[in-house]
Antibody
Framework: QIQVVQSGAEVKKPGASVKVSCRVS????????IHWVRQAPGKGLEWMGS????????IYAEKFQGRVTMTEDTFTDTAFMQLSSLRSDDTAIYYC????????????WGQGTLVTVSS | SYVLTQPPSVSVAPGNTARITCGGN??????VHWYQQKSGQAPVVVIY???DRPSGIPERFSGSNSGNTATLTISRVEAGDEADYYC???????????FGTGTKVTVL
């Protein structure tokens, strides 16, 4: 059974960067697609991007192109999402989620990481 | 970009049936997943590939998808079903994932 554990809450100033980690267990990261989704306070789910290990391709939502970088450390089965040039409206809970092979429903999800951007 | 539209809220009495719609252009040609998100928790998939139910999800949850509308149906609604629900697809033309706008289900 796949388990996903994310890093803890972060507080950042506007203009800074944040790097959120997502460690998986029960499966090798090389066999999983990793997806990043965020949720601003009181708002809906917003897909940010995904990494597909089969074609080693990372796709980003246009909204985050140029500001987001998704990477992986397969030795520690940990994925990372870095978001730069933070603004107050980047304050949100950031989730990672997994999918496997052709099954592209996001399951399971990490517990979420609250990122607060405030001066 | 592909857009999925859900009603903001649905209210239902215990024991009745809740139907949550997800509208999108020719969504019937896509595979739809549904997630339940309870307050303060991460989303959990309740229906995948239009109508399949993961193990552990009650049979009261069912899904359908045709034309321009996908529907999540919750039969014999219980207080514990109160949550936000989101539809979700992969849009092949853009190679992007899309979430619906979300529906808050309130059990009266």
């Amino acid at each position: 059974q796949i388990q996903v554990v994310q890093s803890g809450a972060e507080v950042k100033k506007p203009g800074a960067s944040v790097k959120v980690s997502c460690r998986v267990s029960g499966y090798s990261l090389t066999e999983l697609s990793i997806h990043w989704v965020r949720q601003a306070p009181g708002k809906g789910l917003e897909w940010m991007g995904s990494f597909d290990p089969e074609d080693e391709k990372t796709i980003y939502a246009e909204k985050f192109q140029g500001r987001v970088t998704m990477t992986e450390d397969t030795f520690t089965d940990t994925a990372f999402m870095q978001l730069s040039s933070l603004r107050s409206d980047d304050t949100a809970i950031y989730y990672c989620a997994t999918s496997h092979g052709d099954f592209n429903a996001f399951d399971p999800w990490g517990q979420g990481t609250l990122v607060t951007v405030s001066s | 970009s592909y857009v999925l539209t859900q009603p903001p809220s649905v209210s239902v009495a215990p024991g009745n049936t809740a139907r949550i719609t997800c509208g999108g252009n020719n969504i019937g040609s896509k595979s739809v997943h549904w997630y339940q998100q309870k307050s303060g928790q991460a989303p959990v998939v309740v229906i995948y590939y239009d109508s399949d139910r993961p193990s552990g999800i009650p049979e009261r949850f069912s899904g359908s998808n045709s034309g321009n509308t996908a529907t999540l149906t919750i039969s014999r609604v219980e207080a514990g079903d109160e949550a936000d629900y989101y539809c979700h697809v992969w849009d092949r033309s853009s190679d992007h994932y899309v979430f619906g706008t979300g529906t808050k289900v309130t059990v009266l």
